[in-house]
């Protein structure tokens, strides 16, 4: 993994910027540690931050290819993990090789296909190849946005990165928000609309899109979607090509030329994940996995039991240790590292997140980090088997709303009148532009259909906020974190599957529990879904209470003339009155008062100006 960064302007000459992209290049240093490199010419500057997981010695960038007359410059930030398969269709096309990194494989699969490079990659990735000799840009991103590419278009030139302070580094883009950018961030946050950056005139390429830009041209192109197709295995091949599609994922994301490790809750995802990849340890490295987890001081004396989370994870965590027998290591993290840390959490995801459960993970990774460059992770597998519990009350399942932000009372409270106008237009615009774009059957029962849209609210909202979380609080740490069941493959394949079989037995991924019967403890197959870990502990209420209070009493503070003092002090004072969470499962009361703190960090670091 690494960070990318460029400059495209056709009236100007840039090699008399060199200063502005080292700038650019320094906001995303922790995402490449390990080398820094610019390419340079009269209209174009690329930055590479390298991260060396593969190929340490053929895998330099910006790397560069001429053919003829025709010349390439790439830039790019992720992995694929069919690089082998497209290499040798590459080589049976005439291609020869100079290394075995999959970054000479994108760029010679560009040269080769071109735009529809991307539909050969089975990874993640975003990357940018200067087509030197038509002097025109092709930017893209993987199917599942896994990988994170920011842009700023304006006439004549063109400016992106791997971040939104990678652009800000650019003198040319001002760190100006709006009415649209407030709506964003207090109606949705920590969500975003796909595409948006936010900040005034900075976009996002969507997943699962390429752009082509030159002096005279600009495009975007979907170029994969979700199709809805007949189901036509029994409940028996289900089973079987589901194990297999998801053992096929982990299998091809183990390759790496560094340490590497597995994240484990004791949850059924990150389980199969560690057992998957200790047998392949201890079968074709003769090694001992090392498995990592999260946990808080005093976390057993203060658990409170509730319907997200209904158990702690640590029983579970040393079933399956034991099971597989890994060098388990749990990274214990207290409550004032966890609030000091939120205001890093920002700068590492340039916006306000998911506040501590953003600030526990960054910490996580930093842990892990010591010893490990490559980690694999869960995320994912309830987005599309259906493990949240809004698939399965029928009362959240049919509302017309995002089902982990079913009221917008209390968000439309802590803001000032006037702030911004129409709220409920706002959410119910980007809610019903999502359902009206999804793929449906004919023959789709009333709830087969709902749970397609279903599907894709997951894939498009929720699950790019956590794809977002994982990477930069992890990218931040020089920790490469790797999501196998974000294997396109996978994805499609539980798209078209009925729900009666991808819920067998009642239960919440009741198709994955299936699938590996035999495979993992009973007592794991079993478990309840519960979330990653959060502390329960009051002291962590005070300490945020206190930093919220402290934020309020600066009276001529943005953030002041925003949101509604009284407000915001009678949540601080009465936590327990909030019963309808901030964001998801995870965001009570004390998250949505680290997001306001986490707020505060952002227009004061960032020199916010809202217009």
């Not at 700038?23 to 590479?48: F, Q, W």
């Not at 096309?93 to 490079?117: M, R």
């Amino acid at each position: 993994m690494c960070g990318i960064a460029g400059w495209v302007d056709y009236n100007q000459n840039l090699n008399e910027k060199l200063a502005i992209i080292n700038k650019m290049s320094e906001t995303i240093s922790s995402r490449g540690p390990d080398e820094n490199n610019i390419y340079s010419e009269t209209h174009v500057l690329l930055a590479h931050r390298r991260l060396v997981v593969v190929d340490p010695l053929g895998g330099g960038q910006p790397m560069r290819f001429k053919r003829g007359n025709e010349s390439y410059v790439l830039a790019y930030n992720g992995e694929i993990y069919n690089t082998k398969e497209v290499r040798n269709e590459l080589i049976l096309s005439g291609f020869k090789f100079n290394g075995y990194s999959d970054t000479e494989v994108i760029l010679k699969s560009y040269v080769h296909w071109k735009e529809s490079c991307v539909e050969h990659f089975n990874g993640i990735f975003a990357f940018a190849v200067w087509i030197k000799h038509e002097q025109k840009l092709f930017l893209a991103r993987d199917r599942m946005g896994v990988k994170p590419l920011f842009f700023f278009l304006y006439n004549g030139g063109i400016v992106f990165g791997s971040q939104i302070k990678t652009l800000l580094a650019n003198p040319l883009i001002k760190p100006i928000i709006k009415e649209e950018g407030l709506k964003e961030i207090f109606l949705l946050g920590p969500a975003r609309t796909s595409g948006q950056g936010v900040i005034y005139g900075i976009k996002e390429l969507k997943r699962a899109q390429y752009l082509n830009f030159s002096n005279s041209n600009f495009t975007n192109r979907t170029y994969w979607f979700l199709r809805a197709r007949e189901f036509s295995d029994t409940k028996e091949e289900a089973v079987n090509k589901t194990r297999f599609l998801i053992f096929n994922a982990i299998k091809k994301q183990l390759v790496a030329d560094v340490p590497l490790c597995c994240f484990l809750s004791g949850g059924l995802d990150s389980s199969i994940i560690s057992k998957v990849t200790s047998d392949y340890y201890k079968k074709e490295l003769k090694k001992r996995l090392t498995t990592y987890s999260v946990d808080y001081l005093n976390s057993k004396k203060y658990f409170t039991k509730n319907l997200f989370q209904p158990n702690s994870d640590n029983k579970y965590i040393k079933i399956m240790s034991k099971f597989i027998n890994s060098d388990h290591k749990n990274i214990i993290i207290n409550e004032k590292d966890l609030v000091d840390a939120l205001d890093e959490a920002v700068i590492a995801r340039d916006l306000p997140g998911m506040a501590d459960i953003d600030s526990s993970l960054l910490l996580f990774c930093r842990e892990i980090k010591k010893r490990f460059t490559v980690a694999l992770s869960g995320e994912c597998a309830d987005e599309i088997f259906g493990g949240y519990p809004w698939y399965h009350d029928e009362k959240l399942l049919f509302s017309d709303c995002f089902p982990w932000s079913k009221s917008i009372e209390l968000r439309k409270n802590i803001v000032k009148d006037g702030v911004f106008s129409n709220p409920e237009d706002y959410i119910k615009t980007r809610y019903f532009d999502t359902i009206s774009n999804v793929d449906k059957l004919s023959g789709d029962s009333k709830l087969d259909g709902r749970i397609r849209e279903m599907f894709v609210l997951n894939l498009d909202w929720f699950m790019q906020v956590l794809l977002d979380r994982k990477d930069r609080m992890s990218m931040y740490s020089g920790l490469e974190v790797r999501v196998p069941f974000c294997d396109h493959e996978i994805v499609e394949y539980a798209y078209n599957m009925p729900w009666k079989i991808k819920s067998l037995g009642g239960r919440e991924k009741g198709i994955v529990r299936e699938s590996m019967s035999g495979f993992l403890p009973d007592d794991i197959l079993e478990r309840k879904k519960s979330p990653y870990p959060k502390t329960h502990n009051p002291i962590y209420m005070k300490i945020i209470s206190k930093k919220v209070r402290l934020i309020l009493e600066e009276k001529n503070s943005v953030l002041n003339q925003i949101i509604k003092r009284d407000e915001i002090m009678r949540i601080a004072e009465n936590p327990d009155a909030i019963f309808t969470p901030w964001y998801g499962q995870l965001m009570g009361s004390a998250q949505m008062l680290a997001y306001i703190v986490q707020l505060d960090t952002w227009f004061k670091k960032y020199n916010i100006d809202i217009e």
